[in-house]
DNA sequence: TTGATATGGAACATTTTGTTCACTTTTAGT
DNA sequence: ACTAAAAGTGAACAAAATGTTCCATATCAA
């Protein structure tokens, strides 16, 4: 008798079909574009039956949902496993997370490229919107204090700054990667963090660099 | 005999199945989101017959280009109008620029909210990226030789700032407005704008505010 | 080996799309 | 007011895509 299992891995024949329809769909994104794909042509790519496709998945959109979340969910373990390091500063822990975030987009480029850079619907940059808008809010909250000063509202400021990362990323897939990803750290933190810096020494009127 | 009229008035008849056909699309999009839309809602809603929409459109996705177009096709002209008054410097301009979106955007609230707040496919802020690309571009361009100094590129910190515009365009529709057109502009300015200011006063090792 | 589970594939009803055509209504110009 | 041209109507149609069902077959885990 079957033991109430929590989460068991699934029959390898399930992992296979997953797989073969994820990869299927990823790459008649690349080619085609997200919005053109039919049903038909994913499991034409996969050599999947048609009622397999059903079995396991509602529609095309239910596909792409469960592809990026499987996606981020290991990015989201790489961070927390990164992040157990409580010495950094916040300003330092969010240059560590936009430097993850563009070296897992290197590493990843071609599923990066098919899910950001438009072709991909917009579900992609939604998930990954939803996991950084996180990230940054725990930043800007930390700061907090010293912002108070500042004009632009925190409700403001944080889509700003989530976005503006996003932007980046997208940006330079699209451009194919002409800079580091260190440099593209680089980049959003003069973009978007070196505004309080020079807010706060203003409002201090004086320089705080060290 | 029918000369040969270089942009007639259409007839009374296409001007009004036309705009039944935007219309109906629009209140449809706000409804129901433009995705799950079909030409045979649009149809309905608009009283018109199936052959007489395909007279027209070649599908769903033009009738949204065509709308999308003719809206800002009145706006640019605006602008065009507005701009004449050179005696403004470039910062002028674009703070000039910004305040017109924002004022523009409340003006035709629902109709902006239909086309830009997701529910609206890409194309919109596509259109409008684009639009709004070329009125940066410009203002950038003018300021070129103090920015030679500051690190970021010019092919980042445009679509930076594009961006970040649009961003806050949608965020304010989405919250309804919450600040005045005159605010957001300001916000827009220091999130933007600031950064060169603060970078130049930093670079020449003294603050250079009035 | 065996019982359970997943797949394959065809058949099917439904929905949506885009075209065509014969007919009616409206328009602009005189 | 008359008329030819232009536009709209609605039904009918083919084609494509969607999502479901059923059952024989293949594969799995034990």
Redesign the pocket.
């Known amino acids: 008798m ?1 033991e109430i299992k929590d989460k ?11 797989q ?1 329809l994820q990869e299927a769909l990823v790459s008649l994104i690349l080619e085609q574009g997200y919005d ?8 034409d790519r ?11 998945y ?3 959109e239910d596909l792409l949902l469960k592809g990026i979340d499987r996606l981020f969910r290991g990015f989201e373990e790489q961070q927390l496993a990164a992040n157990k390091d409580f010495s950094l500063s916040s300003i330092e822990s969010i240059e560590r997370m936009s430097l993850d975030l563009f070296q897992h987009t290197q590493n990843h480029q071609h599923l990066f490229k098919a899910l950001f850079s438009k072709r991909g619907g917009d579900y992609a940059a939604k998930r990954i919107h939803q996991h950084f808008t996180k990230v940054v809010e725990q930043f800007l909250q930390a700061r907090l204090p010293e912002m108070l000063a500042i004009t632009v509202p925190l409700e403001i400021r944080l889509p700003y700054v989530t976005h503006t990362l996003l932007m980046l990323v997208v940006w330079w897939l699209e451009h194919d990667t002409p800079y580091s990803a260190e440099e593209m750290t680089g980049f959003f933190v003069q973009l978007t963090l070196n505004q309080e810096r020079s807010s706060r020494s203003f409002e201090q009127n004086g320089a705080t660099y060290t």
């Open positions: 079957p068991k891995e699934p029959d390898r024949r399930v992992r296979r079909t997953q073969l053109s794909i039919t049903v038909q042509d994913i499991i996969a050599n999947v039956g048609r009622s397999t496709f059903y079995a396991h509602l529609d095309k």
